[in-house]
């Protein structure tokens, strides 16, 4: 394995705790975090000492922020629906694997780190998490599978109101969405949940819950031109002038101006 600059590993009792570990920028997934994650979740669809995978962001104040906005502001409309599919290539490559993977959301889960937590089989939350797809704050769409995944989980009515008002939700609300599986008060005591839940699980066959996962996954397969639409879109959206005021405002610490170009 090469050497990982963004990511913490952790095996214990065959449970193996991946870290974001990028607090300065609140976890945001850049382009070398998105490959280290790659490099892990392969090797570890194959790694029979693991059993179960649970992911996290370092810190007390986020998951993960979303995209790295730096990065994500230099996306033209050429490369942006490629980039777009590479992201969804991994999270694919989470929702598929062979074993439980659990989000324990330890604070903002925004953008692409809400797609993150969504990949995942099961979300765990503290009390402080936060929840949202704020793209369109920026002019584009989720291009991480945001569109199709949240429409899954909490439904048609409150995904379209999410994803159009950018509005953030709190843990309490993700619960009663049911995006999330429980809230805790404390990382600590999301941990822990996460850990009981994955040790029932290893005790069962590791072939039937492959296949179970796989199964519950086909549910969605009708889905699978949406995550197409979704890069399509989200390529065009980084062509548009808003795009590129929406990511300078951030950048620039000011609200955005949108002309509609
Ligand atoms: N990317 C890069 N840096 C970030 C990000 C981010 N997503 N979020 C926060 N940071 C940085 C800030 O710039 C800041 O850095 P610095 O100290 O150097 O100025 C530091 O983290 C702390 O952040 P704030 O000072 O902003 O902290 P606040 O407590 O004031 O606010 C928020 C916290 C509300 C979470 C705020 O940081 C925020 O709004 N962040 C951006 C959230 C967002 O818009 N996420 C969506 C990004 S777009 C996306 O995820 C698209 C995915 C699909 C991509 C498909 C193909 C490329």
Same mark, same amino acid.
Request: with cysteine; aromatic share 6%; charged share 25%.
């Given at each position: 394995?090469?050497?990982?600059?963004?990511?913490?590993?952790?095996?214990?009792?065959?449970?193996?705790? $991946?870290?974001?570990?990028?607090?300065?920028? /609140?976890?945001?997934?850049?382009?070398?975090?998105?490959? +280290? /994650?790659?490099?892990? %979740?392969?090797?570890?669809?194959?790694?029979?000492?693991?059993?179960?995978? =649970?992911?996290?962001? @370092?810190?007390?104040?986020?998951?993960?922020?979303?995209?790295? =906005?730096?990065?994500? !502001?230099?996306?033209?409309?050429?490369?942006?629906?490629?980039?777009?599919?590479?992201?969804?290539?991994?999270?694919? *490559?989470?929702? *598929?694997?062979?074993?439980?993977?659990? @989000?324990?959301?330890?604070?903002? !889960?925004?953008?692409?780190?809400?797609?993150?937590?969504?990949?995942?089989?099961?979300? =765990?939350?503290?009390?402080?998490?936060? #929840?949202?797809?704020?793209?369109?704050?920026?002019?584009?769409?989720?291009?991480?599978?945001?569109?199709? *995944?949240?429409?899954?989980?909490?439904?048609?009515?409150? @995904?379209?109101?999410?994803?159009?008002?950018?509005?953030?939700?709190?843990?309490?609300?993700?619960?009663?969405? &049911?995006?999330?599986?429980?809230? %805790?008060?404390?990382?600590?005591?999301?941990? +822990?949940?996460? #850990?009981?839940? /994955?040790?029932?699980?290893?005790?069962?066959?590791?072939?039937? $819950?492959?296949?179970?996962?796989?199964?519950?996954?086909?549910?969605?397969?009708?889905?699978?031109?949406?995550?197409?639409?979704?890069?399509? !879109? #989200?390529? &065009?959206?980084?062509?548009?002038?808003? #795009?590129?005021?929406?990511?300078?405002?951030?950048? +620039?610490? &000011?609200?955005?101006?949108?002309?509609?170009?």
């Amino acid at each position: 394995m090469e050497e990982l600059k963004n990511l913490l590993l952790e095996k214990k009792d065959g449970i193996l705790v $991946i870290t974001i570990n990028r607090e300065s920028a /609140l976890n945001a997934l850049n382009e070398q975090t998105l490959n +280290e /994650l790659d490099q892990v %979740f392969q090797e570890t669809d194959v790694d029979k000492d693991v059993k179960g995978v =649970i992911i996290t962001g @370092a810190g007390d104040k986020a998951f993960v922020a979303g995209a790295d =906005i730096k990065e994500l !502001a230099l996306v033209t409309e050429v490369n942006g629906r490629s980039m777009a599919e590479k992201g969804q290539e991994l999270f694919d *490559r989470i929702e *598929r694997l062979s074993k439980p993977v659990i @989000a324990a959301v330890n604070g903002f !889960a925004l953008g692409g780190g809400c797609e993150l937590a969504m990949a995942c089989h099961i979300r =765990i939350a503290t009390s402080s998490a936060k #929840f949202g797809q704020p793209e369109i704050n920026l002019g584009i769409i989720p291009g991480y599978g945001g569109t199709q *995944r949240l429409t899954q989980l909490i439904g048609k009515g409150k @995904a379209m109101e999410l994803l159009m008002t950018a509005d953030m939700i709190d843990a309490a609300e993700a619960l009663h969405l &049911r995006l999330v599986n429980y809230v %805790f008060d404390s990382k600590e005591a999301v941990l +822990e949940k996460a #850990f009981e839940i /994955l040790d029932k699980i290893k005790t069962k066959a590791p072939i039937a $819950i492959g296949l179970l996962i796989d199964s519950v996954n086909a549910v969605h397969t009708t889905g699978e031109n949406g995550y197409q639409t979704e890069a399509n !879109a #989200f390529g &065009r959206c980084c062509g548009t002038e808003d #795009f590129l005021e929406g990511t300078t405002a951030f950048i +620039e610490k &000011r609200k955005p101006n949108f002309q509609g170009k």
